[in-house]
């Protein structure tokens, strides 16, 4: 009889052996699978290797090239820059509009965007111009290459790639 309940004892203990390998392989198959796929959902979106995200920014970083055959796009600074010029000489005030010429939508929905900070740049700009020197055609010809090249900056230090292609004074009253 004690034989009889040992064999049966051995029986049960191999089934269930067998059950428990079975369980546990089921287990780590769940596991792994549920891991594999965390991993999947939650690191999927992770951003490009090194060497893609430096490829990427020096692609971003390349400037398109600027279509000549585009339509113009002139943005009009509003309202008129008035300026009170330093003390000492004969002219005291300067009254100007302007227009920026581009080919560029984005640079020109840069200006239209960062319109105060431009402007108060160029009225900075154009309060320590020198009244005399503006009386000439050859002033006026510098003081538009003067704000061509600190729109140009402006737009650079605030991450804008682009570039204006030209400033026009439509117009200039000097007093």
Same mark, same amino acid.
């Given at each position: 009889?004690? #034989?009889? %309940?040992?064999? =049966?004892?051995?029986?049960?203990?191999?089934?269930?052996?067998? !059950?428990?390998?079975? /369980?546990?392989? *089921?287990?780590?198959?769940?596991?792994?699978?549920?891991?594999?796929?965390?991993?999947?959902?939650?690191?999927?979106?992770?951003?490009?290797?090194?060497?893609?995200?430096?490829?990427?920014?020096?692609?971003?970083? #390349?400037? %398109?090239?600027? =279509?000549?055959?585009?339509?113009?796009?002139?943005?009009?600074? !509003?309202?008129?820059? /008035?300026?009170? *010029?330093?003390?000492?000489?004969?002219?005291?005030?300067?009254?100007?509009?302007?227009?920026?010429?581009?080919?560029?939508?984005?640079?020109?929905?840069?200006?239209?965007?960062?319109?105060?900070?431009?402007?108060?740049?160029?009225?900075?700009?154009?309060?320590?111009?020198?009244?005399?020197?503006?009386?000439?055609?050859?002033?006026?010809?510098?003081?538009?290459?003067?704000?061509?090249?600190?729109?140009?900056?402006?737009?650079?230090?605030?991450?804008?790639?682009?570039?204006?292609?030209?400033?026009?004074?439509?117009?200039?009253?000097?007093?």
């Amino acid at each position: 009889m004690a #034989e009889a %309940e040992e064999l =049966d004892l051995g029986e049960e203990g191999k089934g269930s052996k067998k !059950k428990l390998i079975i /369980i546990i392989v *089921l287990a780590l198959v769940l596991l792994g699978g549920g891991g594999g796929a965390a991993w999947f959902f939650l690191m999927g979106d992770e951003p490009p290797p090194e060497g893609e995200a430096a490829a990427q920014a020096k692609a971003e970083e #390349e400037e %398109e090239p600027v =279509d000549e055959s585009a339509p113009p796009i002139y943005h009009q600074f !509003k309202p008129v820059f /008035i300026a009170e *010029l330093p003390p000492g000489g004969k002219k005291k005030m300067l009254q100007i509009e302007l227009q920026v010429l581009t080919h560029q939508p984005k640079v020109d929905a840069f200006l239209t965007t960062n319109d105060p900070m431009l402007r108060h740049h160029l009225l900075n700009l154009l309060s320590e111009q020198d009244g005399e020197a503006l009386t000439s055609s050859k002033g006026r010809e510098k003081l538009r290459e003067v704000i061509v090249q600190r729109i140009g900056k402006l737009m650079k230090e605030n991450g804008q790639r682009g570039e204006i292609d030209n400033v026009y004074f439509t117009q200039f009253v000097l007093q």
